[in-house]
C-alpha cells in the first residue's frame, strides 16, 4: 500500500463542531433536510456548518444539543475554541454575515477589498505578510478569498459598494502583470448590475476615512453591522456606532470619484500598458 501524503489536518477550527453536528444528526437517524426544518433553518446552512464552511453560532449550538441529546458537547466544543486557527473567530462570524448579506458597502485604503481581489494579486497581498506566511497557509487563504468572491454572483446578488484609495489602485502588488490584471478585473467587476466602485483620488484636501478602512453591511432582517480592520486585530463594531461609521461612508461617497469618474480613470490606467 502506497504511503498516505501529508495533510493539514484542520485548516479551520470549527471544522471539528461541524463534524460533531454531522456524527450526532446520523446517530439521531436524520437527514440535513430533516435537521433544518427542525431548526428551521435551510438546508444549506446544515450542509456547510457540517463541511465547516460556516462557524457554529453559540444559540444554534444550544439548540442542537436538545434536538440531538448532545450533553453538553457542542458547547464544551464553542467554548473551547482556540482563539486563532486559519481565520479568528471574529473573521468567521464576520465573514458568514459577508455571505448573506443583502447590501455590503467597502471604503479600503491599503489594499482592495478581499472580493475584488484576483487569484496573483491576493497571493501577493499574503506574501507580504510579516512574519513570512509559509506557502500552505498562503495558498490555504488565497483558496478562502476567492471563495468569498461567489457573494457577488448570488441568484441574488447584495448591492455592493466600494471606495478605494487611488494609492491602492496604483500600487504595483506581484508586479505589472499581476497589477493589469487586477485592473481589469476591476473594470469589469465596475460593470456589474448593483456593483459600485468608486476611486478616492490623490491630491484631495478633505477626506473623510482618514481612520482607516472598515465595511458595511445589512443583514436579510436589516440588522445594520459594521467591521473595522486593524494591525493585529479587527472586530465587529457595537450596533450603537454603526451610524457614526454610515456617516463617514456617506461623506466619503460625496468626496470620493463618481462611479463612471471612476471607470475612467481605471481606463486610463489600463492604456498605459
Not at 505589472?176 to 483620488?201: C, H, K, N, S
Not at 461612508?249 to 460625496?254: G, N, P, S
Amino acid at each position: 500500500m502506497p504511503p498516505k501524503k501529508h495533510r493539514r489536518r484542520n485548516a479551520s477550527a470549527m471544522k471539528m463542531p461541524g463534524a460533531q453536528v454531522g456524527a450526532l444528526r446520523r446517530a439521531a437517524g436524520l437527514t440535513q433536510r430533516q435537521l433544518a426544518g427542525r431548526l428551521v433553518v435551510d438546508e444549506e446552512t446544515v450542509a456547510s456548518i457540517e463541511q465547516g464552511r460556516r462557524p457554529l453560532k453559540e444559540d444554534l449550538a444550544v439548540a442542537l444539543e436538545k434536538l440531538l441529546d448532545a450533553r453538553g458537547v457542542l458547547t464544551a466544543a464553542l467554548e473551547n475554541m482556540p482563539e486563532v486557527d486559519l481565520f479568528p473567530r471574529w473573521a468567521e462570524e464576520y465573514m458568514d454575515l459577508e455571505r448573506e448579506a443583502i447590501a455590503l458597502s467597502w471604503y479600503d485604503n491599503q489594499v482592495l477589498p478581499g472580493v475584488l481581489q484576483t487569484d496573483p494579486y491576493a497571493r501577493a497581498v499574503f506574501s507580504n505578510e510579516v512574519p513570512t506566511l509559509h506557502e500552505d497557509e498562503i495558498s490555504l487563504r488565497v483558496a478562502a478569498r476567492m471563495q468569498r468572491q461567489e457573494i457577488l454572483h448570488r441568484k441574488d446578488p447584495p448591492t455592493a459598494t466600494f471606495i478605494i484609495s487611488e494609492v491602492t489602485v496604483r500600487d504595483r502588488l506581484g508586479g505589472d502583470r499581476v497589477y493589469f490584471d487586477q485592473l481589469r478585473r476591476l473594470r469589469e467587476w465596475a460593470d456589474l448590475p448593483g456593483v459600485t466602485i468608486q476611486i478616492m483620488p490623490i491630491g484631495r484636501e478633505v477626506h473623510a476615512g482618514l481612520s482607516g478602512p472598515f465595511t458595511l453591511l445589512k443583514t436579510p432582517d436589516h440588522q445594520r453591522v459594521a467591521y473595522i480592520e486593524a494591525q493585529r486585530g479587527s472586530q465587529l463594531v457595537a450596533p450603537d456606532e454603526v451610524s457614526l461609521l454610515e456617516r463617514k461612508y456617506a461623506m466619503l461617497r460625496t468626496q470620493a470619484l463618481n462611479a463612471q469618474e471612476s471607470k475612467g480613470l481605471l481606463d486610463r490606467l489600463l492604456g498605459e500598458q
